[in-house]
Protein backbone atom coordinates (compact mmCIF):
# COMPACT_ATOMS: atom_id res chain seq x y z
CA UNK A 1 0.00 0.00 0.00
CA UNK A 2 1.13 3.06 -1.06
CA UNK A 3 2.94 4.79 2.42
CA UNK A 4 3.26 8.33 1.02
CA UNK A 5 3.43 10.35 -2.43
CA UNK A 6 6.34 13.16 -3.24
CA UNK A 7 7.26 14.35 -6.37
CA UNK A 8 9.49 12.57 -8.58
CA UNK A 9 11.94 14.11 -10.97
CA UNK A 10 9.95 13.84 -13.97
CA UNK A 11 12.44 11.70 -16.54
CA UNK A 12 14.09 12.88 -19.70
CA UNK A 13 16.22 10.93 -21.94
CA UNK A 14 20.27 11.06 -21.17
CA UNK A 15 22.39 13.23 -22.86
CA UNK A 16 24.40 11.38 -25.55
CA UNK A 17 28.29 12.26 -25.63
CA UNK A 18 30.12 12.39 -28.80
CA UNK A 19 33.46 11.31 -27.96
CA UNK A 20 35.30 13.80 -30.22
CA UNK A 21 38.83 14.41 -30.02
CA UNK A 22 39.95 16.66 -27.88
CA UNK A 23 36.73 16.46 -25.56
CA UNK A 24 36.85 15.63 -21.71
CA UNK A 25 34.91 12.21 -22.27
CA UNK A 26 37.05 11.02 -24.72
CA UNK A 27 40.42 11.62 -22.25
CA UNK A 28 38.53 10.23 -19.43
CA UNK A 29 36.94 7.24 -21.59
CA UNK A 30 40.97 6.65 -23.03
CA UNK A 31 41.96 6.34 -19.74
CA UNK A 32 39.31 4.30 -18.29
CA UNK A 33 40.02 1.60 -21.11
CA UNK A 34 43.79 1.33 -20.09
CA UNK A 35 42.88 1.14 -16.69
CA UNK A 36 40.88 -1.73 -17.57
CA UNK A 37 44.22 -3.48 -19.98
CA UNK A 38 46.26 -2.73 -17.43
CA UNK A 39 44.98 -5.14 -14.39
CA UNK A 40 43.49 -8.88 -14.00
CA UNK A 41 40.33 -8.40 -11.80
CA UNK A 42 39.01 -11.41 -9.93
CA UNK A 43 34.96 -11.37 -9.94
CA UNK A 44 33.30 -12.89 -7.11
CA UNK A 45 29.76 -13.48 -6.99
CA UNK A 46 27.14 -11.63 -4.73
CA UNK A 47 25.25 -13.56 -2.76
CA UNK A 48 23.36 -11.86 -0.03
CA UNK A 49 25.76 -9.96 2.01
CA UNK A 50 28.87 -12.14 0.93
CA UNK A 51 31.50 -11.90 -1.37
CA UNK A 52 31.85 -15.11 -2.54
CA UNK A 53 35.08 -16.53 -4.21
CA UNK A 54 35.21 -20.31 -5.69
CA UNK A 55 38.44 -22.42 -6.74
CA UNK A 56 37.22 -23.26 -10.05
CA UNK A 57 37.69 -20.33 -12.42
CA UNK A 58 36.43 -18.60 -15.94
CA UNK A 59 38.62 -16.34 -17.85
CA UNK A 60 37.41 -12.84 -19.21
CA UNK A 61 38.90 -11.83 -22.54
CA UNK A 62 37.51 -9.36 -25.06
CA UNK A 63 36.20 -10.29 -28.56
CA UNK A 64 38.84 -8.64 -30.19
CA UNK A 65 41.92 -9.68 -28.08
CA UNK A 66 41.50 -13.01 -27.25
CA UNK A 67 44.79 -13.67 -25.78
CA UNK A 68 44.14 -10.64 -23.31
CA UNK A 69 42.64 -11.81 -20.15
CA UNK A 70 41.33 -8.98 -18.00
CA UNK A 71 39.70 -11.04 -15.30
CA UNK A 72 38.52 -14.13 -13.90
CA UNK A 73 35.41 -15.00 -12.18
CA UNK A 74 34.36 -17.53 -10.17
CA UNK A 75 32.05 -20.39 -11.43
CA UNK A 76 28.85 -21.45 -8.87
CA UNK A 77 27.30 -24.17 -9.19
CA UNK A 78 23.37 -25.80 -7.48
CA UNK A 79 25.06 -24.56 -4.10
CA UNK A 80 25.21 -21.40 -4.90
CA UNK A 81 21.98 -21.09 -6.93
CA UNK A 82 20.32 -22.37 -3.45
CA UNK A 83 22.10 -19.79 -1.11
CA UNK A 84 21.39 -16.96 -3.84
CA UNK A 85 17.27 -18.27 -3.59
CA UNK A 86 17.84 -18.49 0.62
CA UNK A 87 19.16 -14.96 0.54
CA UNK A 88 17.03 -13.41 -1.67
CA UNK A 89 13.97 -15.04 -0.13
CA UNK A 90 15.50 -13.79 3.36
CA UNK A 91 15.69 -10.00 2.42
CA UNK A 92 12.02 -10.10 1.23
CA UNK A 93 9.70 -9.18 4.13
CA UNK A 94 12.14 -5.80 4.72
CA UNK A 95 12.55 -5.11 1.19
CA UNK A 96 8.81 -4.95 -0.18
CA UNK A 97 7.73 -3.43 3.20
CA UNK A 98 10.30 -0.22 2.72
CA UNK A 99 8.24 2.72 1.29
CA UNK A 100 8.05 3.11 -2.55
CA UNK A 101 10.18 6.31 -2.44
CA UNK A 102 13.34 4.73 -0.84
CA UNK A 103 13.16 1.91 -2.98
CA UNK A 104 13.03 4.73 -5.70
CA UNK A 105 15.45 6.77 -4.24
CA UNK A 106 18.11 4.01 -4.54
CA UNK A 107 17.38 3.32 -8.09
CA UNK A 108 17.39 7.49 -8.58
CA UNK A 109 20.85 7.23 -6.71
CA UNK A 110 22.39 4.44 -9.30
CA UNK A 111 21.23 6.72 -12.61
CA UNK A 112 22.90 9.50 -11.60
CA UNK A 113 26.23 7.38 -10.32
CA UNK A 114 26.14 5.91 -14.16
CA UNK A 115 25.63 9.25 -15.45
CA UNK A 116 28.51 10.64 -13.30
CA UNK A 117 31.19 8.82 -11.92
CA UNK A 118 30.75 5.34 -13.12
CA UNK A 119 30.08 6.66 -16.32
CA UNK A 120 33.44 5.74 -18.37
CA UNK A 121 34.23 2.38 -16.16
CA UNK A 122 30.92 1.03 -17.17
CA UNK A 123 31.43 1.93 -20.56
CA UNK A 124 35.02 1.09 -21.07
CA UNK A 125 34.12 -2.85 -19.14
CA UNK A 126 30.85 -2.85 -22.07
CA UNK A 127 33.65 -1.90 -24.79
CA UNK A 128 36.47 -4.21 -23.42
CA UNK A 129 33.99 -7.15 -22.43
CA UNK A 130 31.53 -7.03 -25.47
CA UNK A 131 33.65 -5.63 -28.08
CA UNK A 132 31.60 -1.99 -28.46
CA UNK A 133 32.92 0.90 -29.58
CA UNK A 134 32.50 3.96 -27.88
CA UNK A 135 29.45 4.91 -29.34
CA UNK A 136 27.49 1.80 -29.11
CA UNK A 137 28.83 1.47 -25.34
CA UNK A 138 27.62 4.86 -24.56
CA UNK A 139 24.22 4.43 -26.24
CA UNK A 140 24.02 1.43 -24.07
CA UNK A 141 25.64 0.72 -21.23
CA UNK A 142 25.19 4.77 -20.24
CA UNK A 143 22.18 6.22 -21.61
CA UNK A 144 19.90 3.42 -21.89
CA UNK A 145 20.31 1.86 -18.31
CA UNK A 146 20.31 5.46 -17.25
CA UNK A 147 16.49 5.88 -18.97
CA UNK A 148 15.53 2.88 -17.91
CA UNK A 149 16.00 3.50 -13.81
CA UNK A 150 14.65 7.03 -14.15
CA UNK A 151 11.51 6.05 -16.70
CA UNK A 152 10.95 3.33 -14.58
CA UNK A 153 10.56 4.95 -11.34
CA UNK A 154 8.14 7.17 -12.70
CA UNK A 155 6.23 4.43 -14.37
CA UNK A 156 6.21 2.96 -11.21
CA UNK A 157 4.84 6.10 -9.29
CA UNK A 158 2.15 6.17 -11.76
CA UNK A 159 1.12 2.53 -10.62
CA UNK A 160 0.77 2.75 -7.14
CA UNK A 161 -1.21 6.24 -7.95
CA UNK A 162 -3.64 4.10 -10.36
CA UNK A 163 -7.09 3.83 -8.01
CA UNK A 164 -10.99 3.19 -8.05
CA UNK A 165 -12.23 6.16 -9.25
CA UNK A 166 -15.54 5.79 -7.02
CA UNK A 167 -16.59 4.87 -3.94
CA UNK A 168 -20.53 5.08 -3.38
CA UNK A 169 -20.91 6.56 0.22
CA UNK A 170 -20.43 4.33 3.19
CA UNK A 171 -17.45 2.82 1.85
CA UNK A 172 -13.93 3.29 0.13
CA UNK A 173 -12.29 1.25 -2.55
CA UNK A 174 -8.49 1.20 -3.02
CA UNK A 175 -6.16 -0.92 -4.52
CA UNK A 176 -2.55 -2.05 -3.23
CA UNK A 177 -0.05 -3.17 -5.98
CA UNK A 178 1.81 -6.32 -4.11
CA UNK A 179 5.14 -7.94 -4.97
CA UNK A 180 5.53 -11.18 -6.40
CA UNK A 181 4.68 -14.01 -3.78
CA UNK A 182 8.59 -15.58 -3.74
CA UNK A 183 11.40 -14.28 -6.21
CA UNK A 184 12.14 -13.62 -9.25
CA UNK A 185 15.03 -15.05 -11.38
CA UNK A 186 16.74 -12.71 -14.59
CA UNK A 187 18.50 -14.50 -17.04
CA UNK A 188 20.14 -11.71 -19.35
CA UNK A 189 22.57 -11.48 -22.60
CA UNK A 190 25.23 -10.65 -23.31
CA UNK A 191 24.48 -7.65 -26.04
CA UNK A 192 23.31 -5.32 -23.82
CA UNK A 193 24.56 -3.64 -20.16
CA UNK A 194 21.83 -1.95 -20.18
CA UNK A 195 18.99 -4.97 -20.53
CA UNK A 196 21.47 -6.91 -17.81
CA UNK A 197 21.13 -4.20 -15.50
CA UNK A 198 16.99 -3.09 -16.43
CA UNK A 199 15.56 -7.09 -15.97
CA UNK A 200 16.92 -7.62 -11.97
CA UNK A 201 16.51 -3.70 -11.43
CA UNK A 202 12.66 -3.19 -12.76
CA UNK A 203 12.02 -6.15 -10.96
CA UNK A 204 13.61 -5.18 -7.77
CA UNK A 205 11.86 -1.73 -8.14
CA UNK A 206 8.47 -3.04 -7.36
CA UNK A 207 9.40 -4.50 -4.04
CA UNK A 208 10.51 -8.41 -5.74
CA UNK A 209 13.97 -10.09 -4.92
CA UNK A 210 16.06 -11.19 -7.88
CA UNK A 211 18.60 -14.06 -8.75
CA UNK A 212 20.31 -13.01 -11.55
CA UNK A 213 22.44 -15.03 -13.77
CA UNK A 214 23.85 -12.56 -16.82
CA UNK A 215 25.70 -14.22 -19.65
CA UNK A 216 29.74 -15.05 -19.18
CA UNK A 217 30.20 -12.92 -21.88
CA UNK A 218 28.69 -9.82 -19.55
CA UNK A 219 30.15 -10.95 -16.21
CA UNK A 220 32.75 -8.14 -16.61
CA UNK A 221 30.28 -5.28 -16.92
CA UNK A 222 27.81 -6.88 -14.50
CA UNK A 223 30.18 -6.99 -11.99
CA UNK A 224 30.73 -2.93 -12.41
CA UNK A 225 26.53 -2.93 -12.06
CA UNK A 226 26.78 -4.64 -8.90
CA UNK A 227 29.11 -2.02 -7.63
CA UNK A 228 26.92 0.75 -8.80
CA UNK A 229 23.96 -0.90 -6.84
CA UNK A 230 25.44 -1.51 -3.91
CA UNK A 231 26.99 1.95 -3.82
CA UNK A 232 23.80 3.34 -4.33
CA UNK A 233 22.64 1.68 -1.31
CA UNK A 234 21.12 -1.66 -2.46
CA UNK A 235 20.17 -3.86 0.86
CA UNK A 236 21.97 -7.19 0.79
CA UNK A 237 20.05 -9.78 -0.73
CA UNK A 238 17.82 -7.81 -3.04
CA UNK A 239 19.48 -8.29 -6.23
CA UNK A 240 22.16 -11.80 -5.73
CA UNK A 241 24.75 -12.23 -8.75
CA UNK A 242 25.70 -16.11 -9.78
CA UNK A 243 27.48 -17.39 -12.49
CA UNK A 244 26.14 -21.03 -12.43
CA UNK A 245 25.73 -23.01 -15.63
CA UNK A 246 22.77 -22.50 -17.38
CA UNK A 247 21.03 -26.35 -16.46
CA UNK A 248 22.30 -25.97 -13.08
CA UNK A 249 20.34 -22.59 -12.49
CA UNK A 250 17.32 -23.93 -14.09
CA UNK A 251 17.71 -27.59 -12.27
CA UNK A 252 17.21 -25.85 -8.90
CA UNK A 253 15.33 -22.54 -9.52
CA UNK A 254 12.22 -24.33 -12.18
CA UNK A 255 11.52 -26.66 -9.04
CA UNK A 256 11.61 -24.00 -5.94
CA UNK A 257 8.44 -23.68 -4.70
CA UNK A 258 8.77 -19.75 -4.11
CA UNK A 259 10.03 -19.32 -7.61
CA UNK A 260 7.46 -16.67 -8.88
CA UNK A 261 8.96 -15.16 -12.25
CA UNK A 262 11.73 -14.96 -15.15
CA UNK A 263 12.58 -11.87 -16.89
CA UNK A 264 14.55 -13.11 -19.54
CA UNK A 265 16.31 -11.82 -22.78
CA UNK A 266 18.00 -14.65 -25.04
CA UNK A 267 17.41 -17.10 -28.09
CA UNK A 268 14.03 -18.31 -28.81
CA UNK A 269 15.14 -21.60 -28.56
CA UNK A 270 16.48 -21.31 -24.50
CA UNK A 271 12.96 -19.29 -23.89
CA UNK A 272 10.93 -21.89 -25.16
CA UNK A 273 12.76 -24.56 -22.94
CA UNK A 274 12.61 -22.78 -20.38
CA UNK A 275 8.70 -22.33 -20.45
CA UNK A 276 8.07 -25.78 -20.84
CA UNK A 277 9.86 -26.88 -17.80
CA UNK A 278 7.93 -24.30 -15.72
CA UNK A 279 4.84 -25.18 -17.28
CA UNK A 280 5.67 -29.22 -16.65
CA UNK A 281 6.31 -28.00 -12.98
CA UNK A 282 3.93 -25.90 -12.56
CA UNK A 283 2.75 -27.89 -9.81
CA UNK A 284 5.40 -27.30 -7.39
CA UNK A 285 4.89 -23.73 -7.19
CA UNK A 286 2.93 -21.48 -5.05
CA UNK A 287 1.91 -19.25 -7.59
CA UNK A 288 1.80 -19.48 -11.34
CA UNK A 289 5.26 -17.82 -12.04
CA UNK A 290 5.12 -14.63 -14.28
CA UNK A 291 7.00 -15.50 -17.93
CA UNK A 292 8.34 -12.49 -19.52
CA UNK A 293 10.71 -12.92 -22.52
CA UNK A 294 12.57 -10.73 -25.36
CA UNK A 295 13.57 -13.41 -27.37
CA UNK A 296 15.17 -13.69 -31.46
CA UNK A 297 14.54 -11.64 -34.26
CA UNK A 298 14.88 -11.85 -37.86
CA UNK A 299 14.31 -8.24 -38.62
CA UNK A 300 13.69 -6.54 -41.81
CA UNK A 301 13.86 -3.15 -43.67
CA UNK A 302 12.02 -3.16 -47.01
CA UNK A 303 12.80 -0.28 -49.53
CA UNK A 304 9.88 1.46 -51.76
CA UNK A 305 10.75 2.52 -55.52
CA UNK A 306 10.01 5.82 -54.14
CA UNK A 307 12.51 5.91 -50.98
CA UNK A 308 15.10 8.42 -51.08
CA UNK A 309 18.92 6.10 -52.11
CA UNK A 310 20.86 7.31 -49.92
CA UNK A 311 19.02 7.65 -46.87
CA UNK A 312 18.08 4.08 -47.56
CA UNK A 313 21.98 2.90 -47.83
CA UNK A 314 22.12 4.68 -44.57
CA UNK A 315 19.53 2.79 -42.82
CA UNK A 316 20.54 -0.35 -44.21
CA UNK A 317 24.34 -0.02 -43.24
CA UNK A 318 23.86 1.65 -39.77
CA UNK A 319 20.83 -1.57 -38.87
CA UNK A 320 22.89 -4.34 -40.21
CA UNK A 321 26.01 -3.56 -38.90
CA UNK A 322 26.39 -1.29 -36.18
CA UNK A 323 27.17 -3.40 -32.95
CA UNK A 324 28.63 -6.25 -35.55
CA UNK A 325 24.95 -7.19 -36.31
CA UNK A 326 24.32 -8.58 -32.27
CA UNK A 327 21.52 -6.65 -31.67
CA UNK A 328 17.86 -8.16 -30.82
CA UNK A 329 16.86 -5.43 -33.89
CA UNK A 330 19.61 -5.57 -36.19
CA UNK A 331 18.09 -5.64 -40.09
CA UNK A 332 19.58 -9.13 -41.46
CA UNK A 333 17.12 -8.97 -44.64
CA UNK A 334 16.25 -6.43 -46.80
CA UNK A 335 13.50 -6.13 -49.31
CA UNK A 336 14.23 -3.67 -52.07
CA UNK A 337 12.71 -2.53 -55.41
CA UNK A 338 14.28 -3.89 -58.85
CA UNK A 339 14.24 0.12 -59.80
CA UNK A 340 16.01 1.66 -56.95
CA UNK A 341 18.73 -1.03 -56.01
CA UNK A 342 21.16 0.14 -58.22
CA UNK A 343 21.40 3.56 -57.06
CA UNK A 344 21.50 1.84 -53.27
CA UNK A 345 23.66 -0.31 -54.39
CA UNK A 346 26.49 2.67 -55.39
CA UNK A 347 25.94 4.17 -51.77
CA UNK A 348 26.19 0.99 -49.71
CA UNK A 349 29.47 0.19 -51.48
CA UNK A 350 31.09 3.75 -51.19
CA UNK A 351 30.75 3.48 -47.49
CA UNK A 352 31.15 -0.24 -47.08
CA UNK A 353 34.61 0.80 -47.97
CA UNK A 354 35.25 2.98 -45.53
CA UNK A 355 34.62 0.93 -42.64
CA UNK A 356 37.51 0.24 -40.01
CA UNK A 357 37.77 -2.96 -38.45
CA UNK A 358 39.48 -3.70 -35.13
CA UNK A 359 39.46 -3.31 -31.51
CA UNK A 360 37.14 -0.95 -29.65
CA UNK A 361 40.36 1.40 -27.93
CA UNK A 362 40.96 2.65 -31.71
CA UNK A 363 38.20 4.80 -32.15
CA UNK A 364 38.40 5.27 -35.68
CA UNK A 365 37.29 1.61 -35.63
CA UNK A 366 33.63 1.53 -36.79
CA UNK A 367 33.26 -2.16 -36.48
CA UNK A 368 34.84 -4.49 -33.69
CA UNK A 369 34.33 -8.44 -32.97
CA UNK A 370 31.58 -10.60 -32.79
CA UNK A 371 31.21 -11.82 -29.02
CA UNK A 372 32.92 -15.66 -28.63
CA UNK A 373 34.53 -18.27 -31.15
CA UNK A 374 31.04 -19.58 -31.34
CA UNK A 375 29.33 -17.11 -32.54
CA UNK A 376 32.40 -16.55 -35.09
CA UNK A 377 32.39 -20.19 -36.29
CA UNK A 378 28.51 -20.33 -36.91
CA UNK A 379 28.70 -16.66 -38.95
CA UNK A 380 32.27 -18.18 -41.12
CA UNK A 381 29.74 -21.46 -41.95
CA UNK A 382 27.23 -19.51 -43.57
CA UNK A 383 29.37 -17.46 -45.46
CA UNK A 384 31.16 -20.40 -46.46
CA UNK A 385 28.02 -21.94 -47.82
CA UNK A 386 27.03 -18.96 -49.27
CA UNK A 387 30.10 -19.06 -51.56
CA UNK A 388 29.59 -22.05 -52.63
CA UNK A 389 26.05 -21.20 -53.54
CA UNK A 390 25.51 -20.41 -57.17
CA UNK A 391 22.10 -18.64 -56.48
CA UNK A 392 24.02 -16.27 -54.21
CA UNK A 393 25.88 -13.06 -54.98
CA UNK A 394 28.80 -11.65 -52.37
CA UNK A 395 28.58 -8.03 -53.09
CA UNK A 396 30.56 -6.89 -50.09
CA UNK A 397 32.91 -8.61 -47.35
CA UNK A 398 33.03 -12.59 -47.07
CA UNK A 399 36.43 -12.65 -44.84
CA UNK A 400 36.65 -13.48 -41.52
CA UNK A 401 39.86 -13.98 -39.12
CA UNK A 402 39.80 -15.37 -35.27
CA UNK A 403 43.99 -15.51 -35.35
CA UNK A 404 43.78 -12.58 -32.72
CA UNK A 405 39.74 -11.35 -32.39
CA UNK A 406 36.48 -12.81 -33.47
CA UNK A 407 36.42 -10.73 -36.83
CA UNK A 408 34.15 -10.94 -39.40
CA UNK A 409 33.90 -8.69 -42.52
CA UNK A 410 29.96 -6.66 -42.74
CA UNK A 411 29.02 -9.36 -45.38
CA UNK A 412 26.64 -8.59 -47.85
CA UNK A 413 24.65 -11.18 -49.99
CA UNK A 414 21.84 -10.60 -52.81
CA UNK A 415 19.85 -13.95 -53.38
CA UNK A 416 17.48 -15.15 -56.36
CA UNK A 417 14.95 -16.65 -53.77
CA UNK A 418 13.51 -15.15 -51.05
CA UNK A 419 13.34 -18.25 -48.63
CA UNK A 420 16.92 -18.28 -48.91
CA UNK A 421 18.56 -19.99 -45.27
CA UNK A 422 20.30 -16.25 -44.30
CA UNK A 423 16.60 -14.47 -44.96
CA UNK A 424 14.81 -16.73 -42.68
CA UNK A 425 17.57 -17.73 -39.53
CA UNK A 426 18.58 -15.46 -37.12
CA UNK A 427 22.50 -15.34 -38.01
CA UNK A 428 23.37 -12.31 -35.10
CA UNK A 429 25.95 -11.02 -36.76
CA UNK A 430 27.42 -8.83 -39.16
CA UNK A 431 26.04 -10.80 -42.25
CA UNK A 432 22.81 -8.92 -44.39
CA UNK A 433 20.63 -10.79 -47.14
CA UNK A 434 19.37 -8.65 -49.82
CA UNK A 435 16.45 -9.63 -52.20
CA UNK A 436 15.21 -7.32 -55.05
CA UNK A 437 11.76 -7.31 -56.03
CA UNK A 438 10.25 -6.58 -59.26
CA UNK A 439 7.98 -3.27 -58.24
CA UNK A 440 4.90 -4.50 -59.19
CA UNK A 441 5.62 -7.48 -56.41
CA UNK A 442 4.97 -4.48 -53.99
CA UNK A 443 2.22 -6.38 -52.36
CA UNK A 444 3.01 -9.71 -52.80
CA UNK A 445 6.55 -8.50 -51.24
CA UNK A 446 4.81 -7.52 -48.24
CA UNK A 447 3.31 -11.55 -47.80
CA UNK A 448 6.70 -12.72 -48.23
CA UNK A 449 8.11 -10.55 -45.40
CA UNK A 450 4.92 -11.38 -43.16
CA UNK A 451 5.42 -15.53 -43.46
CA UNK A 452 8.92 -16.02 -44.06
CA UNK A 453 10.21 -16.15 -40.58
CA UNK A 454 8.55 -17.20 -36.91
CA UNK A 455 9.79 -13.80 -35.23
CA UNK A 456 8.23 -10.54 -35.18
CA UNK A 457 10.42 -8.19 -33.38
CA UNK A 458 11.53 -4.84 -35.69
CA UNK A 459 10.73 -4.03 -39.17
CA UNK A 460 10.79 -0.36 -41.35
CA UNK A 461 9.73 0.58 -44.40
CA UNK A 462 11.01 3.60 -46.22
CA UNK A 463 9.43 5.12 -49.33
CA UNK A 464 8.10 8.16 -50.00
CA UNK A 465 5.18 7.43 -51.46
CA UNK A 466 2.64 7.46 -48.56
CA UNK A 467 -0.22 5.11 -50.17
CA UNK A 468 2.47 2.54 -50.47
CA UNK A 469 3.53 3.05 -46.46
CA UNK A 470 0.28 2.94 -45.29
CA UNK A 471 0.22 -0.16 -47.18
CA UNK A 472 2.93 -1.82 -45.71
CA UNK A 473 2.23 -0.61 -41.75
CA UNK A 474 -1.16 -2.16 -42.21
CA UNK A 475 -0.11 -5.72 -43.85
CA UNK A 476 2.80 -5.82 -41.18
CA UNK A 477 1.02 -5.05 -38.53
CA UNK A 478 1.92 -8.37 -37.24
CA UNK A 479 4.99 -8.62 -38.31
CA UNK A 480 6.82 -6.37 -36.24
CA UNK A 481 6.37 -4.92 -32.37
CA UNK A 482 9.05 -1.65 -33.72
CA UNK A 483 7.59 -0.74 -36.53
CA UNK A 484 10.20 2.04 -38.32
CA UNK A 485 9.10 4.29 -41.31
CA UNK A 486 11.95 6.06 -42.84
CA UNK A 487 14.30 4.95 -40.42
CA UNK A 488 16.63 1.87 -39.78
CA UNK A 489 15.15 -1.00 -37.77
CA UNK A 490 17.20 -0.29 -34.45
CA UNK A 491 17.43 2.45 -31.97
CA UNK A 492 14.50 2.23 -29.70
CA UNK A 493 14.50 4.51 -26.70
CA UNK A 494 13.02 4.25 -23.54
CA UNK A 495 10.37 6.52 -23.34
CA UNK A 496 9.88 6.95 -26.52
CA UNK A 497 10.09 3.60 -28.14
CA UNK A 498 9.24 0.82 -25.70
CA UNK A 499 10.60 -2.69 -26.99
CA UNK A 500 9.98 -6.27 -27.25
CA UNK A 501 7.95 -8.14 -30.00
CA UNK A 502 5.36 -11.46 -30.57
CA UNK A 503 5.50 -14.11 -32.30
CA UNK A 504 8.60 -16.08 -31.65
CA UNK A 505 10.43 -12.77 -30.68
CA UNK A 506 8.83 -12.82 -27.19
CA UNK A 507 6.30 -11.86 -24.78
CA UNK A 508 5.94 -8.16 -25.90
CA UNK A 509 6.09 -6.81 -22.47
CA UNK A 510 7.76 -4.32 -23.63
CA UNK A 511 10.80 -3.09 -21.51
CA UNK A 512 10.95 0.46 -21.18
CA UNK A 513 7.09 0.69 -20.17
CA UNK A 514 4.60 0.50 -17.46
CA UNK A 515 3.39 -2.48 -19.16
CA UNK A 516 6.60 -4.20 -17.68
CA UNK A 517 6.50 -3.06 -14.77
CA UNK A 518 3.24 -4.26 -13.84
CA UNK A 519 3.98 -7.60 -14.75
CA UNK A 520 6.04 -7.38 -11.80
CA UNK A 521 3.38 -6.79 -9.08
CA UNK A 522 -0.08 -8.51 -8.13
CA UNK A 523 -3.13 -6.28 -7.13
CA UNK A 524 -5.08 -6.81 -4.23
CA UNK A 525 -8.48 -4.85 -4.32
CA UNK A 526 -9.41 -3.59 -0.64
CA UNK A 527 -13.47 -2.31 0.26
CA UNK A 528 -13.73 -0.99 3.12
CA UNK A 529 -17.07 -0.53 4.36
CA UNK A 530 -17.99 2.49 7.03
CA UNK A 531 -21.17 1.90 8.26
CA UNK A 532 -22.04 -2.32 7.53
CA UNK A 533 -25.48 -3.62 7.85
CA UNK A 534 -27.25 -5.17 10.44
CA UNK A 535 -30.05 -7.04 9.07
CA UNK A 536 -29.74 -9.55 6.22
CA UNK A 537 -33.27 -8.68 4.77
CA UNK A 538 -33.66 -6.72 1.59
CA UNK A 539 -36.12 -4.39 0.71
CA UNK A 540 -37.93 -6.77 -1.51
CA UNK A 541 -38.57 -9.20 1.25
CA UNK A 542 -41.03 -6.86 2.83
CA UNK A 543 -44.97 -7.96 2.32
Request: with cysteine; aromatic share 12%.
Amino acid sequence: MLKGFFNVPAPVNEPILGYAPGSKERELLKAALLEGRSQVIDIPMYIGSELVYTETKGKITPPHDHQHVLATYSKGNKNHVSQAIDAALAAKADWENLAWEHRAAIFLKAADLIAGPYRYKLNAATMLGQSKNAYQAEIDSACELIDFLRFNVSYMTEIYKQQPPVSPRGSWNRVEQRPLEGFVFALTPFNFTAIAGNLPTSVAMMGNVVVWKPANTQIYAANVLMEIFREAGLPDGVINLVYASGPDAGDVIFSHPDFAGIHFTGSTGVFQDIWKTIGNNIHKFKTYPRIVGETGGKDFILIHGSAEPEASSTAIIRGAFEYQGQKCSAASRVYISKTIWPEVKKYMLRDLATFKMGGTEDFSNFINAVIDEKSFDNLAKYIDAAKKDSEVEIIAGGNYDKSKGYFIEPTVLVVKDPKYTTMCEELFGPVLTIFIYEDKDFEKTLDIIDSTSIYALTGAVIAQDRYAIEKATQRLRNAAGNFYINDKCTGAVVGQQPFGGARGSGTNDKAGSMINLLRWVSPRTVKETFDPPKDYRYPFLAE
